[in-house]
């Protein structure tokens, strides 16, 4: 028979920690993927297998989870846990000094996360004998996805954790003072010990999910950025369409009985939703997330539910819970297995762009929704009872007021000012920027500070390389879009290595053609294209602008001749005396592609 929670103040803490939790955890998360990028590779050298060798250290923490428990005690690893991540991310906020601070803060941070997640989940094996405890874990981290996401899109895809002032400083300190009151209101019902009250291995393998799931939510179910890049839709719509996945998610994932062939049908909607479509309508992108984010929702409840029920069995089989015994060995071994496995999804999904490898990286969503998808259908058979009705104001009261935040969004919306030609015989200045990423040479992602690097050039038309549009290593940040409404300037963008990273031009004058080619060869691990623009400058004949950013190797001379032939045989029938050629050409001015360029008679600007 179905029984229904009441919700109290105590139900409340019981999914308000673990989603705030979660909440900083992300945030940490997206912080510390650039950080080893930007600091131990670009800064101190290490080279892409390095770098995913640091990450898999870091990750690999999981596994001390049931040594921790031993020693501490599941109370104080929860409060370490739990605590120790707000406090690092508030700390991280405060930090205000050299870049490297900030990384070691991150990895504190994300490995506190990390070992939180089976701690909580022992806590809630323990109240297993609770009615609806597994239930109350899944909706927290629901939760804790649309609170993260919902933060995310306040400040435009810019993570505030990158910021600095007054504003940011309260939300994070404001946050972490939530989350220790509701660690406090827990505190007394954690046991002092760890208590035998998981199953067998084969038993506890669904956590397997996890991994998987956070690797989905990073890199497609949370990024607004890659939407926008995806659909060309105004952000305040993106914004809301992500959030509203998200709640839809939660609602569905909260009514729903889990049952096999409901397991297996929501494991086939996420692998459909996650299936290299290639070139689509708009909406069909957006659709697939919707799908995939309630599909990955019910799974992942499915999940947790599968491994309470199991819990209290064992429970209920072995007798009083104040028996201190082992009762971590299964969850933090898997749970070690999943957060590897995570990381590795994350390295291999961005190394094949710096990498010849074996596989195309579009493959990899499909593959972590195949798991996500059997360990939904595996837990489903451990569940012999229906689910307690939990009730639904605690898991959709804070995100149908977080749905508020897209609409605050839309009503302070500026789309950048319709650009008007000049008259004839006015100057025009044009600058040329590789933006790295947004990322200075120390390591620190500051939009800011570029934005104005370019503003004190008055420019009328910006041609920008390395340009991000949701790459979870780069912040998930969509830096056109908010370059674009910072310098009031609207923009072209011309994707290279993938659909959310290339080459973008910002013009204040009325673009009349815009046209994006890929360059040779198509097999670099790193693809290279340009992008053409004819520009109404108020004159008889438009401007004629190429950005380009050519193949990067240094030994590499041949293929950026082949490239810049390439953009010649374009051009040959385009031929002006309006043509400017800008990008980032890799090359020195001696280089036999440089001089092809002179030879046809492009000089120097400079």
Do not use: C
């Not at 010990?193 to 799931?213: D, I, K, Y």
């Not at 090359?587 to 592609?593: I, L, Q, S, W």
């Amino acid at each position: 028979m179905n029984r229904t929670e009441k919700s109290t103040p105590a139900t409340w803490s019981k999914i308000i920690l673990p989603a705030l939790t979660l909440t900083f955890g992300l945030q940490t998360l997206r912080v510390l993927l650039p950080y080893l990028q930007y600091l131990l590779g670009d800064r101190l050298g290490l080279s892409s297998i390095q770098l995913g060798l640091a990450a898999l250290v870091i990750f690999a923490a999981a596994f001390l989870t049931g040594r921790l428990n031993r020693w501490l005690g599941l109370r104080r690893l929860l409060l370490l846990t739990a605590g120790g991540v707000s406090l690092a991310r508030l700390l991280a906020q405060v930090w205000t000094g050299d870049p490297l601070g900030d990384m070691v803060l991150a990895i504190i941070g994300a490995t506190l996360f990390i070992l939180f997640l089976p701690a909580y989940l022992a806590l809630v094996h323990w109240q297993g004998y609770e009615s609806g405890s597994s239930q109350r874990f899944a909706q927290a981290i629901l939760l804790g996805l649309a609170i993260d996401t919902s933060l995310h899109g306040l400040f435009l895809t810019y993570d505030y954790i990158w910021q600095t002032g007054t504003i940011p400083l309260l939300l994070a300190g404001g946050l972490m003072l939530v989350q220790w009151v509701a660690l406090r209101n827990l505190q007394a019902t954690a046991p002092p010990h760890p208590m035998p009250v998981e199953g067998s291995f084969l038993t506890t393998l669904p956590w397997l999910a996890v991994g998987p799931f956070l690797f989905l939510q990073l890199i497609i179910f949370q990024n607004q950025a890659r939407l926008v890049a995806l659909t060309g839709w105004l952000f305040p719509l993106a914004f809301a369409w992500v959030l509203i996945s998200h709640l839809l998610g939660l609602g569905v994932a909260t009514l729903w009985q889990p049952r096999k062939i409901g397991a297996a049908v929501m494991g086939a909607i996420l692998v459909a939703a996650l299936w290299p479509i290639g070139d689509t309508v708009a909406f069909g992108f957006a659709v697939a997330l919707l799908l995939g984010q309630v599909a990955t929702a019910v799974l992942i409840t499915t999940v947790l539910r599968g491994l309470g029920e199991q819990s209290a069995r064992v429970y209920y089989t072995i007798g009083s819970p104040d028996q201190p015994k082992e009762g971590l060995r299964n969850s933090a071994t898997i749970h070690g297995m999943t957060m590897i496995l995570m990381v590795t999804l994350i390295f291999a999904f961005y190394v094949g762009f710096s990498l010849k490898v074996p596989y195309q990286n579009n493959w990899l969503p499909p593959l972590a929704g195949l798991i996500v998808g059997l360990s939904g259908i595996g837990a489903s058979f451990l569940l012999t009872s229906p689910a307690t009705r939990q009730p639904l104001r605690p898991a959709l009261a804070l995100p149908l007021l977080l749905l508020t935040l897209p609409l605050i969004v839309f009503s302070t919306w500026r789309a950048p000012s319709d650009p008007v030609a000049p008259p004839t015989g006015d100057p025009i200045r044009i600058i040329t920027y590789n933006i790295h990423n947004g990322f200075s040479a120390g390591g620190q992602l500051d939009m800011e500070a570029l934005a104005q690097v370019i503003e004190a050039e008055q420019p009328d038309i910006i041609s920008l390389q390395e340009v991000s549009r949701g790459w979870v290593i780069n912040g998930s940040l969509d830096m056109l879009g908010w370059l674009s409404r910072r310098l009031d300037m609207p923009y072209v963008f011309a994707p290279s290595a993938d659909a959310l990273w290339g080459q973008a031009i910002l013009s204040h004058y009325p673009i009349l053609l815009a046209e994006t080619h890929p360059l040779p060869p198509s097999n670099l691990p790193m693809k290279r294209s340009f992008v053409y623009l004819q520009v109404d400058i108020g004159r008889p004949l438009p401007l004629q602008v190429i950005n380009a950013h050519l193949h990067h190797i240094p030994a590499d001379s041949n293929i950026r001749v082949t490239q810049v032939e390439t953009m010649l045989d374009f051009l040959a029938a385009r031929r002006s005396n309006q043509i400017i050629l800008t990008g980032d050409l890799n090359a020195t001015p001696t280089a036999p592609e440089i001089q092809l360029l002179y030879e046809h008679g492009f000089r120097d600007a400079v």
